[in-house]
């Protein structure tokens, strides 16, 4: 089975603070993506990767980066958090990227910044 | 992006069947539809997709109407475990990125 881990359940930080999300996955995947989901407005893409390195801004990628230096992470960094940015974050993987390809998502982290 | 529209919430009793539907009547003949769904607490798992004809997996079956402008999830017999948050999308992107545009899915209650 598939398996996409992510560093942490939950997380609380401070306005302010640079944060870092990890993710991890088992299955050599090419393409990892990061999410956020907020109550009312579903999942929402931040950024995706289909390669080492390579790296690609989705729908909401303003006060975010990500990091991809090996196929099997995908970091995301909140440079300078802030309140709004409280939410919880969904790492994905997927073998490749086509219409028919299935995402292996992570169990999310919680982050709630004060 | 064509979008899909999904009922907020339903109700089923355990053991029987459940059927949930989905609206996408913008749907693109090369767009693939997919289904999730999302535990308590956890994130979204893959749950069965489909292009034009109807599929059986283990945990469910997908049924498309002949003009693709909507589908039927269906849940044989549903389990308390099956409570969760559907999601039904549409997948194609020329832009070659094949993101997924999740709603807000629909929230399905199982009473024992």
């Known amino acids: 089975d598939v398996k996409v881990t992510q560093s942490s359940r939950y997380l609380v930080k401070r306005t302010g603070e640079k944060v870092f999300l990890e993710c991890v996955q088992d299955?050599?995947?090419?393409?990892m993506f990061w999410y956020r989901q907020d109550p009312g407005l579903g999942l929402r893409l931040i950024y995706f990767?289909?390669?080492?390195?390579?790296?690609e801004k989705g729908d909401i990628p303003e006060g975010y980066s990500v990091s991809r230096e090996k196929k099997e992470r995908f970091s995301l960094i909140l440079e300078s958090a802030s309140t709004n940015q409280t939410s919880m974050y969904l790492c994905?993987?997927?073998?490749?990227?086509?219409?028919?390809?299935?995402?292996?998502f992570g169990p999310g982290t919680r982050l709630l910044v004060l | 992006d064509a979008k899909t529209t999904q009922p907020n919430s339903m109700e089923s009793n355990e053991e029987e069947p459940v059927h949930l539907p989905c609206n996408h009547s913008?749907?693109?003949?090369?767009?693939?539809i997919h289904w999730y769904r999302q535990l308590p607490s956890q994130g979204p798992e893959y749950v069965i997709h489909?292009?034009?004809s109807n599929v059986n997996n283990r945990m469910a079956s997908l049924a498309i109407a002949e003009d693709r402008k909507s589908s039927t999830l269906i849940l044989h017999r549903a389990t308390l475990r099956d409570a969760a948050v559907y999601y039904c999308?549409?997948?194609?992107?020329?832009?070659?990125?094949?993101?997924?545009?999740f709603g807000t899915g629909t929230r399905l209650k199982v009473l024992a």
């Open positions: 994905a993987s997927s073998l490749e990227a086509a219409p028919m390809e299935t995402q292996y």
């Open positions: 299955m050599d995947h090419e393409n």
């Open positions: 913008t749907i693109s003949g090369t767009d693939y």
């Open positions: 999308i549409l997948r194609d992107d020329p832009s070659g990125t094949y993101k997924y545009i």
């Open positions: 990767s289909y390669d080492v390195k390579m790296k």
């Open positions: 489909g292009l034009t």
